[in-house]
């Protein structure tokens, strides 16, 4: 028995990324996989909206906030499971029979991550960013998060938090969570244009300070001032 399969997709300014993004999706369609496409954007003022348009999505809208946005989209969800992704992560070919399998087994789900780019720091970045997953249980945002609708509304879904939303998902749902055996691929853009030790290492600051207690919408603010 198939899940009906709802995409949630937050964009703000997204319409280089998303193409690629939706494109992969095919593959769940050609398998009866996916029930709808929700395209939650925060106010795009580039092609995002015509390209969510064309694919069938339907689209919400709302203030620029990505644990808001992942939250409204989950609102219109009508399907037993959900599928979190960033329009900047790309699916890998065989996913739709990899969340199939783990639909059956049940849980929190996630994949592994990858990057668009070659070289030893990418490697390295995946590889911490993988093992956190494995070690904390601590997957984030940009490698997919499968659930299934009745386990995110007991832990109360997405917070609407300005960062950070998807460490604060991951701790809910601690224990629950179990990666599937493919990696996707996600945008080395900010790596590349920030550096990779220096996002890297930033990132883990970020991630220090929120467990210390710091509020998220002053860690966003310090996070966009930075950049």
Not at 51 to 60: E, L, S, T
Not at 167 to 191: N, Q
Request: net charge positive; proline share 4%.
């Amino acid at each position: 028995m198939r899940a009906a399969l709802s995409v949630v997709i937050p964009t703000l300014n997204a319409d280089a990324a998303l193409p690629a993004c939706l494109g992969a999706l095919i593959e769940g369609l050609e398998a009866g996989l996916i029930r709808e496409l929700i395209i939650s954007d925060g106010g795009s003022g580039d092609g995002t909206l015509r390209i969510a348009d064309a694919a069938g999505a339907v689209i919400v809208q709302g203030a620029p906030s990505r644990g808001g946005q992942l939250r409204r989209g989950a609102k219109v969800a009508s399907g037993a499971w959900l599928l979190f992704l960033h329009a900047d992560t790309v699916l890998p070919v065989g996913w739709s029979a990899a969340v199939s399998d783990h639909v059956a087994r049940g849980g929190a789900g996630y994949f592994r991550l990858g990057f668009d780019a070659g070289g030893g720091m990418a490697r390295f970045v995946a590889g911490w960013a993988n093992l956190r997953s494995w070690l904390f249980g601590l997957p984030y945002g940009d490698q997919g998060l499968l659930i299934p609708r009745d386990l995110y509304d007991a832990v109360g879904g997405y917070p609407d938090i300005a960062l950070m939303e998807d460490v604060a998902m991951a701790r809910a749902l601690r224990g629950r969570l179990a990666p599937l055996p493919l990696r996707v691929r996600t945008s080395a853009a900010k790596y590349r244009r920030e550096g990779w030790l220096r996002r890297g290492g930033r990132n883990l600051i970020l991630l220090a300070r929120y467990f210390l207690g710091a509020a998220p919408a002053r860690l966003a603010a310090r996070y966009r001032a930075s950049k």
